[in-house]
């Protein structure tokens, strides 16, 4: 950690932060330049608060000279970490294709979509049970009722599941789940993370509406720091000012995680867009900015077709991107 | 709720939507105007979802006749919602100043501050016991003990205590507490705010750092529908791309919410800003614009004068604040 | 034009609207549903301020019947704009890479950037000599000089040239530029839009920094409403929270725009990002997402290998993510 | 301008840079720190780019040790500029009430509000002559005949006039007008700015949709190089994701502003937030909060009664507004 003093600093004030950093047990370098004061601080620095720091009167900028993840850090694990999900990887140049309805509705709804993705090409099957809704009126999902029928599609059609947790206390419900979901909701349920970094399955960490990619980082660092290191990121849109999608799809948030971190990075363009008719091409353009597997909306009830416009995709539309994206892979 | 069809949409396809919505038990009225077809649903709406109905690809908006938040509306319930913690009123006119540390550090530090803002005018102890921290190295609070030294300051000198709250395990630890914050971070953790719901104590709700104000009432709500009807809403600053300040204070909040809701507002400066500098000013433009509570952080360490700079003021400067803001309050 | 009334109106406040209403030439349709008046306007609806009626204490939502862009709108034009400079077509299924120097600095320079671009499969050559800087102190471009050493470029490597205009009194002084770029702080610079309304060039309209997808249709029209029917959009990234990017590149743009209008649209990611190690990942993502041409900076210095990390390519660079842009090209 | 270098860079690397660095004729001083090597860079460091030095793949942060704004910067200047329009002062504890239509409709409809505001407390006119909007179809203002009628109006009354510029070419055409304000989509109009800062005539600038707060004191400076000193900052809402309001008016911006520069600050709630509502409480949190004055709009057409939800005042809610705002300013 350095911290840059500001200009015009007197000598008394230098040494008083000296020995206030000294009582926290950290050594201090005083490199007096000919503008500004430079004090590092070496030792044991997580006692510092970098916040309280940078907040002194005197000190004009604090720099963390490590970055503050660590086991997220491709500095230090610079090789990919390569998820395996009964047998189809993840990440290290594997590429997944994850798909299924927002909700489980019945057992036939959610067969039938698995069965159809997985002829397009899905591995891996998505479909919410718990479902964190604005409104306490709205649908919230089938509970351990639609675990249930998802653990059963995925077993009847041989793929892996992968769906939301929103409570602790259901983690021994998710036994049988292969990947367990974290919502942009609860990127910063501190606690949901830390029990989520005790068990051994991959978590899937969405990043939060209005999070930075640092911050998505640092909640992996919560489940990792805990012992759990099979974290994929998922960016799925970020709130901005723009009401023509429901959010704004961040693709450069693939190839900066990329740089920074060795795990891998999966791109959602359903709930992103919130549109069917602009999954396609983002779910190319993420493929074609290097994400490691685009996790695509797909419902199949014949009796509302008269959804076609929402944000999911009908199984025809799924299998002809499910190409498209193919075809991009085939040229990285 | 009422949708608005796209023009030029056929008579068949009216007919097939107005087929699946009577399959939902709602009864539909269509009026057909020059330019565009305008349906209305009448009896239990709670079936569709608004959601889908806009995602469908002759339907160019919906909208909601009446406001999604119920108990939360001040249509329903015109009067403004005073809270008495113990003999200390918020909201209808009653306004409170709420002061103590970011953190709970020893059983002095917390009895000082807490004379001290007395003293100064506050009627309500603040201090913080868990901590959310963007990253797991950083200090997480004293927790348990914490919070026994803060309900002991808050005792010998007789103010009632606001602390955050952030795992639903914890509830029963929070007992003597007077009111329960959750934190911007968990403003979305609608598992933990369906059990705040079920018990008697007031909860001090923070707006989220990138959600609505239509967000925050459906959180109250999600409170306020299991039982709980006492929630005290807190601006607490927004995510934009200044970076002056911390967040972004949004003051619009404090008039907007009174419109829309009895429940009481109030603002907290020091988070919002992030620098003391600005929270005396930000504090009496706050109580300017109507809130019914300002929350500031003060902390009282003669060691550690250095963090004068911090977020939080000195004793000495929020006597002054503290004036200040009555002044204003006594304009009003 | 259609205005919702609020549930609860009276007889005599709709009486009053329509009056007033009818004085401005309008006639009025009126729909009472069982919850919601619909007033429904029509004739000449431009002297109907929507923003004002919207206001009023009785309406509740105002809805434009037809989109506010006309010129631009691809309902009323279904096929695609194809812009053609010198024989390099734009839109329709062209596409074309740009590419050149942040800032024109010498004749050598400009020139051998020409000839390396143009190499490697760039077919339209980029150049600032006006700049647009945030300080009075920041170098401003080399100005009228710079354009003439684009020019002669331009021509020796026989490559058609854009280039930033910022002020209306330098159109003469383009002349012989072929393609006139608009920046983003000059999107809504709409007397400088409305003049080069008045000439017959195509015009390169960047998105504005916080300006949404309507309001950068509604600046196109500001050009195309005096005659110019040549704009090219261009997406160039937007402002949020995030700031590992120096801007957030919004490629959903692509596919929306692409939906509401028949201007061609391409993709700056060399703006969007600010560092030259997003652009090639961020080029390919903008041409899977649909984008009818690709704008990228490259600079050519020997002397300054020291700068090989700012957000220009060198030519080697620019020569291997041209080619990776031409495979995904021939996958779409 | 001091550079940060990355841990681990080489003396070769440093040396290399060191080079470049003396070739554009400033002197380096290299402090090398445990951690990392800071170069102070001394003497006329305006030829050195700090965008392209924070690029190098060698630099981790440069850091300026002058603000970049030198005219505005409150420490070159620590007294309050005060500016005096007819006798009418602004800044330096002087206060002005700014008031009128948002345009020039006829001649009585100005001259019927002039006097009215001024009855009430307002000081200077406002109304707007040439309007920029969204729209090339929406009304743009009376233009030269507005002006006029503003003129007339505000000599009838014995008011200081303001209006908005668009068009260097219209510079003269403001001769009599008291203050010229630049308007928020201007504001990085830097040819406008530079011609503006050629005159002596006070100029309103006010902060563009999305630009912070530095961005602005550059705005400013453009003006002030070029020899105008009299410049007004004015806040006037910043775009976010809330929908309630128009945009989002930032407050903090008042404090930090005051501790940045000498310029007097002044803050509009009615472009802000765009609903009549919320004007008052706005108007007196902006004023709680230290701004150097209010400017609010203010309309009069008993014909037009129908428009008072909209975001201009009626002369008696201004009335009311103006006596609390001149209470809460007795108090500060």
Known sequence: MIAI???GVSET???NLKTWLLSKNV???????KFQTVMGLVGDTSKIDSDLLEGLDIVEAVRLVSDPFKSANRKFHPDDTVIDVRGHKIGGGNFQLIAGPCSVETPEQILTVAESVKASGANILRGGAFKPRTSPYDFQGLGETGLKYLLEAGKAADLPVVTEIMNIEHIPMFDDVDIIQVG??????FELLKELGKIEKPILLKRGLANTLKELL???EYI??????????CERGIRTFETFTRNTLDLSAVPVLHDLTHLPVIVDPSHATGHAYLVESMAMAGTAAGADGIMIEVHND???ALCDGAQSLTPEQFRRTAQKVMKIREVL
């Open 27 to 33: 050594d201090v370098h005083i490199s007096r330049g």
């Open 184 to 189: 942009a909701r609860n990127m910063q349920n």
């Open 5 to 7: 003093l500001k200009p």
């Open 13 to 15: 004030q230098i040494e």
């Open 218 to 220: 640092m909640s992996a």
């Open 224 to 233: 990792m720091s805990e012992g759990n290191q099979e974290v994929i990121l």
């Open 302 to 304: 014949p009796s509302k």
